[in-house]
Structure formats: C-alpha cells, structure tokens
C-alpha cells in the first residue's frame, strides 16, 4: 500500500492551505495547460485518479462529463470531496492506485493530476487504465516532471550567473524521500523516457508531452511563476488507446 | 544556411581526434542502444543525415541494407567518408538539412546521430522526412538532451554533496552558443516536450524515448562513464511513419 501522507494531520493542515486547494483549479497555474489536453467531455465517463477535493471531478461534471468516478487514497480527502460535492453525476471512492482495479472498458477518460509520482508500479497502473478505457478513450495525467524530482538535493543553487536548479541522479530509479508539509514523504523517480515507453508497452499511443512552463504574460501577470521557466516542476502527458477497427 | 562548423580546421581537427572518429561506433558509448532501436536493415533504404564520415553508413551496409545515402554538409566530412568507403550500396552527398528535400517515399528508414541540435527548424525537417519515408517506415536519431543544452552555463557544478548539472532557461527554446573545438558552435535547444511534439504533429507514432546512460556494468568497466548517469546527454528517439492501410 501506498505511504498516506494526505491522513497525516501535519501534512493535511499545511496541504489544505495551498493556493491551489483554497482556490481550486484556478489556483493551479498548469491548469489551463492540461485543459488543452482534455478531450470533450459530454457524455464521457472519467474516472480521476486521486481527485483530493474533487475539484477537478466538478469541473468535468459541470463540463458535460456523463459520469465522474473520484478515487483517493486519504479519508480525509473523500471526506472532504463529499461534503463539497452535490452533484448525482459524481461519487467518491477511497482507494490505493497500487492495487486498484477499474472495470475493463469502462471509462472514456482517466485523469489524474499530481498523483502518479507516489505510485511505486507505473507499468502496473498504466496496463490497468489501458485496460479500463474504452476503445479510442484518452489518458490525461500530470507528475512531478523528472527533472524536479533527481537530485539528491533538489532545490535551487545560487551561482555568479544567477539560480539554476540542480539535476544529479537522473538515471537512479526509485524511491525519494523528500520534506513537504511532513518529513519523508516517499516519491518514485522515473526518467522521462521510462514513463513514455511504459505507456507505449501498456498499448497507448502518445498525443502530447508538455513540460508546463507559464508563457511570459503569465510570468508578467504573476511574477513568483518566473522561476518555472528556469527547470519544469511538472510535467504534463496526454495518451490515447487505439479506436477499435 | 546552417553554420558549418566542421570545415572549421580548428573544429575539424580536434573533432577527428574524438573516441568515435578514430573509433567509430565502438567509440560510441550510446552505439548499442542505438542499435537497440533500429529496425531491421535487411533490403533497407536508407538516409544518414548527419552521416560523418560513414561509420554508420558502412555498418548499416554490412547489416544488409539496399543502399544507403550519407549526406553531411561538411566537405571535409564527405570528403573522407568517401576515402573511407568501397561499397556500392552506398553514396554520399553535401547536403544542407536545413534546405534538403528528398523524394517522396523513398526511404524505408532516416536515421541521424547527433545533428539535428544544429538545425533551427525542426518542425520543417520532421516534415520532410515523414514525406520521404514509405508507409511504415522508420526515423531513428539522437540529439544533444535539453537538460544538457539548457542552461546559461552547461557545465558541471560542485557542492557539498557532490557534482550537479546546472538546468536554467530550460523553457527559453532557441539558439545557444557554445565552445567546442571551437569558440561560438551555434546549437539550438528545443524541450524535449517540443521535440516529441513536433514529431507527433509532423504524422509520425513515436515507438521509443531513451535518454542515454550507460549501465552499473558498463561504468564498471569505463569508470569515465559515471557521470553519464548524474545527467543524460544525448537523447535517442524513435519514431515510425503509419502503414499503409
């Protein structure tokens, strides 16, 4: 089973007041760029792969969506999803991705936002959604990107030159322990390339990859996102399974 | 027109003094993963873009190729590939990729190593290989990686915990200058998302993303290897062009 950090109270406490759960998507700076990934939604069943509060599940919802599946790992997630969510097109489901199994064919789309860096099988999970889309259905995910996540120590550097973010590691797979609201939360690094051939050898043919940087209006609008443009944070993965012939 | 910088007598001659000039592939430590991504050759028709001085286009003769066309925009590269080979399957040319139109259909397989970071128009190239491959035809090539092109100063740093790769700019694409034999060798950094994109975008499947460094085994036995697992140099792609139907 995955390591629940979202049921540690330290960690929820300080999660919960991130701009992005306070606001909702609009408090994602990404947001808009994995928008463009997503195909239309009327009608299409989605399952979201860690949906936390169900911010996402709502706006799919409220965008046409036939029927959203949230699943998380934390109670204290789902719980709170539940309580913000009035809407018979969703439900909410407690659940480890390490082990989780969707109906075959059941879903036109799988979303998942910053979710699958914890997840320790990406080849596992990847056959299980191929398996659970539907014939032509799409994969929407983003991660940490890989550049964010090597280094043994993963933060900026201050040189003569300006700052630069540190990049060592990179081909040592595996487990990262790093301090984000609570010490040792467990992350798996996997290159850029291991997670593009594991969606490829899981059946999945690649639509986009986008390593999100905000555009310079962005930057001028929000001057704290300059430094996205120095290393990508996240990384942004749009796949498709092939249409029946 | 592309810069040239391998007419440069400078550039030429330390360049003739690397491990894979004198060596050729088994100079190369990426040739076998590399290898691991061409199709195979037997009957092949074959583009080398970017081909050097042969080796490549006398190995991939050997391996059973049709015929094979080396095309460089340097003299002085053509000029010895063509001293270097006695082989009727193969013919070299000059040639400017930033210009070059092969024909339509006429190739089975493009492959390049480490050329395509000279060229500034991508999108163009891209294009113009899927048009001169045949129905389920293959592009194979590898480029400088983006994390190693990226920053203001690409060059290792150290810390108390040990060297780092520097990664700025990482999401201001377009020319950077370097020195290399040479003062002001003109490259062109491209993300890796923009590189897979612009494939995608130009109607080709991607099959393979590797991001190249050696095995635990291989720096067992060329401990000068190491540093190739900190950071990825070279990034090696396939991608194949649909069958007809």
Redesign the interface.
């Known amino acids: 089973m995955a390591q629940n950090i979202y049921d540690d109270p330290d960690f929820f406490a300080g999660y919960s007041r991130l701009p992005r759960q306070v606001h909702g998507l609009d408090g994602a700076p990404e947001w808009p760029a994995i928008r463009a990934l997503l195909p239309p939604l009327a009608g299409k069943r989605v399952a979201d792969l860690g949906c936390g509060f169900g911010w996402a599940a709502r706006w799919m919802s409220s965008a046409g969506a036939a029927r959203v599946l949230g699943l998380d790992l934390s109670r204290n997630m789902i719980a709170r999803a539940e309580a913000d969510t009035a809407d018979p097109a969703i439900a909410y489901q407690i659940a480890d991705l390490d082990t989780l199994t969707l109906d075959d064919g059941a879903f036109d789309l799988v979303y998942s936002a910053l979710t699958f860096h914890y997840i320790a099988d990406f080849g596992r999970l990847a056959r299980m959604i191929h398996a659970a889309l539907a014939p032509g259905g799409d994969l929407v995910f983003t991660i940490e990107h890989p550049?964010f996540m090597a280094?043994?120590?993963p933060d900026w550097?201050t040189?003569t030159?300006?700052?630069?973010?540190?990049?060592?590691?990179?081909?040592?797979e595996g487990e990262r322990r790093t301090d984000w609201f609570t010490n040792g939360v467990v992350k798996y690094h996997r290159?850029?390339?291991t997670t593009?051939?594991t969606l490829?050898d899981a059946g999945f043919?690649?639509?986009?990859?986008?390593?999100f940087?905000p555009t310079p209006d962005e930057v001028a609008r929000q001057p704290a996102l300059a430094e996205?443009?120095?290393?990508?944070m996240m990384l942004l993965l749009a796949a498709q399974k092939a249409a029946a012939l």
């Not at 043919?205 to 390593?211: C, G, M, Q, S, T």
């Not at 996205?228 to 990508?232: A, L, Q, V, Y």
């Open positions: 550049i280094a043994a120590k550097i040189t030159g300006g700052k630069t973010w540190p990049v060592d590691h990179y081909a040592d290159t850029l390339g593009i051939n490829i043919a690649l639509r986009r990859v986008v390593e940087a996205e443009r120095e290393r990508p």
